[in-house]
């Protein structure tokens, strides 16, 4: 999963602290996050990334944007989608 993010937690981490929106909204990493925890559980400091992604996700989606429209995705594409990023699709389309 790692080699499909363009930004680690702590450089997210540092965009939220420096309050880089602008750059925030661009990578991809929120999309790509599994919300698996393991980077939450790892961090020495007890961040709930997990949520900050989820925060990111729903900043975009309030925004009207979509990062995946999920009626132009073919089947075979749907398998390889991370589910996180299928849900925030769908949630957008019926909120």
């Known amino acids: ?3 499909h993010l363009d930004a680690f937690p702590r450089k997210v981490m ?3 602290q420096l309050g880089n929106v602008e750059a925030l909204q661009e990578i991809n990493t929120p999309w790509v996050c599994a919300s698996c925890h393991t980077c939450m559980v790892r961090c020495p400091r007890g961040v709930d ?3 900050i992604m989820e925060m990111l996700r729903q900043m975009k989606l309030r ?3 979509n990062h995946i429209e999920p009626s132009n995705l ?4 749907i ?3 991370p589910q996180i990023a ?6 957008k ?3």
């Open 74 to 77: 073919q089947p075979e594409e």
């Open 93 to 95: 389309m019926t909120s």
């Open 86 to 91: 299928l849900v925030s699709g769908f949630r």
């Open 1 to 3: 999963m790692t080699e």
């Open 63 to 65: 925004q009207n944007v």
């Open 79 to 81: 398998v390889d989608l």
């Open 49 to 51: 990334i997990t949520r």
């Open 14 to 16: 540092a965009l939220l």
